[in-house]
């Protein structure tokens, strides 16, 4: 295998980042500096090291995550218990989240030790598509709707969004419908709500930038409430797991995703 193919394969990093630091002499094979990504090393055999730590190669693996509302998406973090942290059965040494969700924000979330994999998902190029389900204080009329479909303005000097798709479930009152939504782990702001307008929705992103489902319904005069991500390209959250639980991917899923979603 290509030395470069090897370290992308692991948490060092992409492999655009990992031919720089081969090409910056941080790797050593047989504690040998190699400077050239394609060189080919025996995996089985070889001793790979980046900045003098010796790199170990699991084999690729790709979790699906339910991550709940409260929770980090990092590898550690001081304050907060981070999505790491549920995978307690294993090594996760070389494990990292593929993208992100806010603290507030559950739902479908991958980790894998593939940097490969996690450049074709989250590359804005990549135009993969991200599924929320929502719900958030305020109305949306057509116009606002097509606005947000074609491409909004969610900060000065940023462009404008990729095109979206909305589909509003339901629109109502609070005090109508806080039944529905009390089935959900929402965020319990602090204003009179019972006769707030509310609306139950979804919406379909290609890009991540942060915060972006929360900003482009607020810059639409719209509260997001509640989100939860629930596909990524063909692949949808598994019903079965709970919030916390992860499972590993199957094959076929992780092949979809790779061949564009
Ligand atoms: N958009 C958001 O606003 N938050 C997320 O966590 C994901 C998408």
Request: proline content about 2%.
């Amino acid at each position: 295998m290509r030395l470069d193919k090897y370290l992308s394969e692991t948490s060092v990093g992409r492999r655009k980042e990992v031919r720089i630091y081969i090409k910056e002499g941080k790797v050593r094979v047989n504690n040998e500096v190699v400077l050239i990504p394609a060189q080919e090393i025996d995996e089985e055999n070889d001793r790979i090291e980046y900045l003098g730590q010796e790199v170990v190669h699991n084999g690729k693996q790709y979790y699906m995550f339910y991550k709940p509302r409260g929770c980090i998406t990092a590898r550690k973090d001081q304050k907060h218990k981070t999505v790491l942290d549920y995978f307690t059965e294993m090594n996760t040494d070389s494990l990292f989240p593929v993208g992100r969700l806010d603290k507030d924000t559950e739902g479908l979330l991958f980790l894998t030790n593939d940097g490969e994999f996690n450049h074709q998902l989250m590359y804005p190029d990549q135009h993969v598509e991200k599924n929320y389900y929502f719900w958030a204080f305020g109305t949306l009329n057509q116009e606002q709707i097509s606005q947000l479909e074609s491409g909004i303005c969610i900060r000065e000097n940023e462009p404008v969004t990729k095109p979206a798709k909305i589909e509003i479930m339901r629109t109502g009152l609070y005090c109508d419908l806080k039944r529905e939504l009390q089935e959900f782990d929402y965020e319990k702001i602090e204003i009179n709500k019972q006769n707030q307008s509310i609306l139950e929705g979804r919406i379909t992103i290609s890009e991540g930038r942060k915060h972006q489902v929360r900003r482009m319904l607020r810059a639409s005069g719209c509260y997001v409430v509640y989100l939860k991500r629930i596909s990524i390209g063909t692949v949808g959250l598994d019903e079965t797991l709970q919030k916390g639980q992860y499972r590993e991917m199957t094959r076929e899923e992780v092949t979809r995703l790779k061949n564009g979603g």
